[in-house]
């Protein structure tokens, strides 16, 4: 394990929040996009002014920027494709992630380091050896690979791979789906898509004139992809870099996410990544949005199984809002709060999210509620109480909240 090079960890950064926490949870890369022309331009994502902040404040931190480029190209967007290129090789971002020939010639261009996204489906090692010989650093491979199929294309062919570990998974190949086209004419191929899929559909007899619900199963949403139980043979496997969907989610997803495979991947190389870490990991994942958990690919062709069963979030914690920072004192590493809906009890615990301090996870122990102490806080009310991390007024403070009913956990690989 000592002599074992660490995968690369990259995280979706979808706005200048998410961008922080990830950042601060351990992620040693980010990818994000800029206004369009990317998988998931229903996301806040960037603007071009932002990219020279982005680059420093990753320089900083050691962290690599990964911007994608990675839809569909057509005429008329060329010259905005190129653009976008031309200025993030002025501000040194380190790789583009694309896969229309159009964006892997303009990053050539302008000698911009490219990696070919996962769109391009590359499943076999001719294709892989075909896009090293265009010049590609890297590939991210089809998310319908078995770990077998990776491991084959990793021994014949001399290039970076990246394999995606967590998150959203579709019923088209590599996400490359009409479906949202068809009913809505947003194309998911241009990273429109309204996730149609994720409805819940009715089957109609036409020569009865009735019509059934497809049972409780939603047969054409697939759960969310969940690697943590399988981590350390992922590792063994020889993958350069393991990315995390989620650029649509919730800062505080990519927070819990990137944090949990963060310490997973330290565990294993410290000879400590056994089961009982394992499934402690993976309460945790089940404590941020999911559509409950599948192995994906990697260990055999998902079945039935693989579909969620019901619409939405199942995971087993949701956020109530609370309120908003009003100031915070560093040399005492206090934060007050103030309560604008709900209640807080100590005990209770808090996410605090904002553009600049990332997602910071806290259990409030005591508490002062204007200005005396106190156990409980209603709206209205002031709240001071220990914080070590430095959070900034505006910043918005909400309450997690258990939901015992719900299971959410990934199924052992067989």
Wanted: aromatic share 8%; net charge negative; proline share 3%.
């Amino acid at each position: 394990m000592q002599d074992r090079r660490k995968p690369e960890l990259a995280a979706p950064a979808g706005d200048w929040s998410m961008l922080n926490a990830v950042i601060k949870n351990g992620a040693n890369a980010i990818y994000f996009g800029i206004e369009d022309l990317n998988m998931r331009v229903m996301a806040e994502n960037f603007t071009e002014q932002d990219l020279p902040k982005i680059t420093e404040i990753c320089r900083e931190h050691g962290v690599e920027t990964h911007l994608v480029v990675n839809t569909i190209l057509y005429d008329g967007e060329l010259k905005r494709a190129e653009s976008i290129i031309k200025l993030a090789s002025e501000c040194g971002i380190n790789l583009i992630v694309c896969w229309d020939l159009a964006a892997i010639q303009l990053c050539k261009k302008y000698s911009m380091p490219f990696c070919i996204s996962t769109q391009a489906s590359v499943s076999n090692s001719l294709s892989a050896e075909i896009y090293k010989d265009m010049g590609a650093r890297r590939i991210v491979l089809a998310r319908e690979c078995s770990l077998e199929q990776i491991k084959e294309i990793k021994e014949h062919v001399q290039i970076e791979i990246e394999a995606f570990i967590h998150g959203a998974m579709c019923i088209a190949v590599s996400g490359r789906c009409f479906m949202s086209h068809e009913v809505f004419g947003r194309s998911a191929n241009r990273g429109d898509c309204l996730q149609s899929c994720r409805r819940e559909y009715e089957i109609y007899d036409v020569r009865k004139d009735a019509s059934l619900l497809i049972g409780k199963d939603y047969v054409m949403s697939s759960k969310d992809l969940n690697t943590i139980l399988f981590l350390d043979t992922l590792i063994e496997s020889g993958i350069d870099a393991f990315k995390i969907e989620g650029r649509k989610r919730s800062p505080e997803y990519a927070a819990k996410v990137t944090s949990v495979y963060r310490r997973a991947i330290d565990a294993y190389f410290a000879g400590a990544l056994d089961e009982n870490a394992k499934i402690a990991f993976n309460t945790e994942l089940s404590e941020v949005y999911n559509r409950g958990f599948t192995s994906g690919f990697y260990m055999e062709q998902p079945g039935a199984e693989g579909f969620a069963e019901h619409e939405g979030n199942a995971s087993v914690i949701k956020k109530e809002l609370l309120g908003k920072v009003v100031n915070y004192y560093p040399q005492k590493q206090i934060c007050h709060l103030q309560i604008q809906t709900n209640h807080l009890d100590a005990g209770d615990r808090l996410l605090i999210i904002g553009s600049t301090s990332g997602v910071i996870e806290l259990e409030i122990n005591e508490m002062r509620v204007n200005d005396a102490p106190g156990d409980t806080a209603k709206k209205g009310d002031f709240v001071t109480f220990t914080c070590q991390e430095k959070v900034r007024p505006g910043d918005k403070a909400y309450r997690l909240i258990h939901k015992p009913e719900i299971q959410s956990y990934a199924p052992l690989p067989k």
